[in-house]
């Protein structure tokens, strides 16, 4: 996009410079003519400065919420202290784009959100996972109606890592925050809420499974919906071999696709979300779709998946702050994810 004459770039500062800072927001901060990246907390190694020179480095979150000329801060540190420091940042007037989960709980992010009002800054949810390729396949399905009434979907969002994570505090059970629920768990509520509302009834499994572990590694959560249906949604950390991660069934057909997005990886691997092949799934990885004819014949077709991209996030984020449009990702929608995953 280009800026319109009287849009100025938002300027930007990033709280931490860890994996989710140099691949889930700089790249795309930086590339975005709509915002201006200035400012990282960085309390020992300079690491940003490897990648951008011109970045100032703060010794504290203090330090960089004192900046009179940053205007949008990314909270990107670890979960436990997403409420504090997102409420600091509001308290001192910026807006504030937060990582998941935005809360621990339903009342926290109501009284985020309420707090965001009374400084009249925004407030905004980092969903990245609604812009993945592999999900936009499945809303393409969903919307087009071509499955009838949709009775049983699946979700899932599963690794193989049997070792406890070296980062302490994600394995610390009294860290709030801690635990696969509120890690992936944000992730494929958030996606199952987007495409059918808050559920009537929620029914929650979870357990520990690695050795030593103290924290949820597993966790399976049924949503039940209007007109009888079913949405499953499951994670885990001890799955070698994973299935499907999208499986939908209705009345006329069924949908299932692999968990493909490529950004992650491709972010990792140093690609520019500009370049034209960043978000493409690779050959063979289609979704499939079969469909019954009205003689009862089944045909399956592949589904190409259109290119995803989290600069998508980053416009809408834009779009909010500089010309005050709805974004995507709603209080209410928010809340409801926390009561989900609390249940």
Not at 309 to 332: C, D, K, M, N
Request: glycine share 8%; with cysteine; proline share 7%.
């Amino acid at each position: 996009m280009t800026l319109s004459a009287n849009s100025t770039p938002i300027k930007t500062g990033l709280l931490a410079y860890g994996m989710s800072g140099k691949i889930f927001h700089a790249p795309f901060l930086t590339q975005h003519p709509g915002f201006d990246l200035r400012a990282v907390v960085q309390r020992h190694e300079q690491r940003m400065q490897a990648d951008y020179p011109h970045i100032k480095s703060y010794g504290s979150v203090a330090e960089l919420l004192a900046d009179p000329e940053l205007e949008l801060v990314v909270v990107n540190t670890p979960s436990a202290t997403h409420v504090e420091l997102a409420s600091q940042a509001l308290l001192v007037g910026k807006h504030v784009l937060l990582e998941k989960p935005v809360a621990t709980t339903a009342a926290e992010v109501r009284a985020l959100f309420n707090l965001a009002r009374q400084q009249n800054r925004q407030l905004l949810a980092y969903q990245n996972r609604r812009w993945d390729t592999d999900f936009g396949s499945v809303r393409q399905v969903v919307e087009s109606g071509q499955l009838g009434r949709l009775i049983e979907v699946h979700f899932r969002f599963d690794r193989f890592k049997p070792q406890l994570n070296p980062k302490k505090f994600k394995e610390d059970a009294d860290s709030p925050g801690s635990g696969l629920v509120l890690d992936l768990g944000p992730h494929l509520v958030d996606q199952a809420i987007s495409l059918f509302g808050q559920p009537l009834k929620v029914e929650k499994a979870q357990g520990s499974y690695r050795e030593n572990s103290r924290v949820a590694d597993y966790f399976h959560l049924h949503l039940h919906y209007p007109e009888g249906l079913h949405v499953y949604l499951s994670s885990s950390l001890l799955v070698a071999d994973p299935g499907p991660a999208f499986v939908l069934h209705g009345t006329q057909g069924s949908f299932r696709k692999d968990r493909t997005d490529p950004q992650e990886a491709q972010l990792v691997a140093g690609l520019k979300p500009a370049d034209p092949a960043y978000g493409r799934e690779q050959p063979g990885q289609e979704g499939c779709l079969t469909l019954a004819a009205p003689d009862g014949s089944l045909t399956a077709t592949p589904v190409p998946a259109v290119p995803g991209s989290y600069a998508g996030l980053f416009e809408a984020v834009y779009q909010a702050i500089r010309h005050g449009r709805p974004y995507p990702v709603t209080e209410a929608e928010l809340v409801g994810q926390l009561e989900v995953l609390a249940s």
